[in-house]
């Protein structure tokens, strides 16, 4: 009796730890547990992490952004000084061999002033004041003086007399881009080399006027009405027509040549109307002469082969 019940107590108590154990196992789990089960918590803990991890990094690029903005700024104050400074070195350079400022002066024209200075080269005979008219030492524009040069009439004047030699071209089955572009371009070469030669003699003859070379271009590009009205004539009536036609604008441009650079050229004394004798006075006559006799002859060389 004592024997089992000492067995059984025995039992009962070799028992017990596994029991406990067992019981501890179990509240545990439904208790505190040895490790933390990060599965369930780890959505919610890494943002937390990261917020904490780019709390002092995204002050960090504040802070670099803030050091950096008066540098970007410094930089682009002195870009944009650089480039206004750069600009004003090209507009001067560019402007001591092409007054570009100056070419709005030659194309200040209105629908007025060009059906005047239309009619004065084909019909210049019975025009009286040629001087140019000034306002506080400076001439006036163009719109508000038939006299005064321009580029307009010229500039136009060149470009259809190219359009037109290209319909006269294709009268006479040879047009092509290459021809049309060889005519645009011999047709300006003579122009330029005009505009040299009489640069040249004024030199050469050490006159003192106060023609430039955009005027020089003016005149010289006056001309191109004059073999415009030629060569349509031709086109439309014949070559007698190119012929009597371009003879009437060649006597037409010689006398508004003769009776404009007569003023520039000559001394004050024949801007008077009184001639004086001297050798410089006729050395700036005869080239007041060879410049007018020049513009038929270019008129004449630019325009035969087109009437056949």
């Known amino acids: 009796m004592d024997y089992t019940a000492t067995q059984s107590g025995f039992r009962q108590r070799k028992?017990?730890?596994?029991?406990?154990?067992?019981?501890?196992?179990?509240?545990?789990?439904?208790?505190?547990?040895?490790?933390?089960?990060?599965?369930?918590?780890?959505?919610?803990?890494?943002?937390?992490?990261?917020?904490?991890?780019?709390?002092?990094?995204?002050?960090?690029?504040?802070?670099?952004?803030?050091?950096?903005?008066?540098?970007?700024?410094?930089?682009?104050?002195?870009?944009?000084?650089?480039?206004s400074h750069g600009r004003e070195m090209v507009d001067k350079n560019l402007d001591r061999f092409i007054p570009i400022s100056k070419l709005k002066y030659y194309f200040a024209v209105d629908t007025v002033y060009v059906g005047k200075k239309l009619g004065l080269l084909v019909f210049p005979y019975m025009h009286e004041n040629w001087e140019v008219s000034y306002q506080q030492d400076t001439p006036v524009a163009?719109?508000?003086?038939?006299?005064?040069?321009?580029?307009?009439?010229?500039?136009?004047?060149?470009?259809?007399?190219?359009?037109?030699?290209?319909?006269?071209?294709?009268?006479?089955?040879?047009?092509?881009?290459?021809?049309?572009?060889?005519?645009?371009?011999?047709?300006?070469?003579?122009?330029?080399?005009?505009?040299l030669a009489v640069l040249l003699s004024l030199y050469l003859v050490t006159v003192n006027t106060d023609l430039t070379t955009i005027d020089l271009l003016a005149f010289s590009g006056y001309k191109y009405v004059g073999m415009i009205i030629g060569v349509v004539a031709g086109l439309l009536f014949g070559r007698l027509a190119y012929y009597l036609s371009l003879l009437w604008c060649c006597a037409a441009i010689f006398v508004f040549?003769?009776?404009?650079?007569?003023?520039?050229?000559?001394?004050?004394?024949?801007?008077?109307?009184?001639?004086?004798?001297?050798?410089?006075?006729?050395?700036r006559m005869y080239l007041t002469m060879s410049i007018a006799a020049a513009q038929p002859v270019f008129m004449y060389w630019l325009t035969y082969h087109l009437i056949r």
């Open 142 to 195: 163009p719109r508000f003086d038939v006299n005064a040069p321009d580029l307009y009439i010229p500039s136009m004047g060149f470009i259809t007399y190219v359009l037109v030699a290209g319909l006269a071209l294709g009268t006479q089955n040879k047009f092509s881009p290459e021809l049309l572009g060889v005519q645009a371009s011999s047709a300006l070469v003579w122009l330029i080399m005009e505009v």
């Open 15 to 83: 028992l017990q730890p596994n029991m406990r154990l067992r019981n501890s196992s179990a509240d545990g789990s439904e208790g505190s547990q040895l490790f933390e089960d990060t599965s369930s918590a780890a959505p919610g803990s890494q943002p937390g992490y990261r917020n904490q991890q780019s709390g002092p990094q995204s002050a960090g690029f504040s802070g670099q952004s803030i050091l950096s903005d008066p540098m970007s700024n410094l930089a682009m104050a002195y870009g944009s000084s650089l480039a």
């Open 257 to 283: 040549m003769i009776r404009t650079l007569r003023l520039k050229l000559l001394s004050e004394a024949a801007a008077e109307g009184r001639l004086v004798r001297g050798t410089r006075n006729q050395l």
